[in-house]
């Protein structure tokens, strides 16, 4: 998630499937428990946790936990591969589930993103 200077919100979203260790599965190992001391991250090459394919949706939606801020600009790639072990280890930290369930599209548009 992203805020600009002017308070505008942009999501990239990476949905996330068992499967194969990936990249994201290194990260996901040094998440910090909800309000938990910060840690340090070592560097990554951030390409390496989008999908290969980079296909992306783009639509104007809204965060999915609270307060559900209206107006958030969401880009959507394709399915990345986490562990299983990763997927526990997740649900294991936010017992509560951490995002409401998806909503219905209410009108809203989805645009591919073209490659460039």
Not at 62 to 77: C, D, I, K, Q, R
Not at 87 to 99: D, H, L, Q
């Given at each position: 998630m992203h805020r600009s200077a002017e308070g505008k919100l942009l999501v990239v979203g990476v949905p996330l499937v068992v499967g194969a260790h990936s990249a994201v599965d290194d990260?996901?190992?040094h998440l910090a428990p909800e309000c938990g001391a910060p840690v340090d991250v070592e560097?990554?090459?951030?390409?390496?946790?989008?999908p290969a394919g980079h296909h992306t949706l783009h639509?104007?939606?809204?965060?999915?936990?609270?307060?559900?801020?209206?107006?958030?600009?969401?880009?959507?790639?394709?399915?990345?591969?986490v562990t299983a072990a990763?997927?526990?280890?997740?649900?294991?930290?936010?017992?509560?589930?951490?995002?409401r369930q998806a909503q219905p599209l209410?009108?809203?548009?989805?645009?591919?993103v073209p490659r460039i």
């Open positions: 990260v996901l190992a560097p990554i090459d951030l390409g390496r946790l989008l639509y104007t939606g809204s965060l999915t936990t609270a307060p559900f801020t209206e107006g958030v600009e969401w880009y959507l790639t394709g399915e990345q591969h990763s997927v526990a280890r997740f649900r294991g930290m936010f017992s509560a589930g951490n995002a209410n009108g809203r548009a989805l645009v591919e």
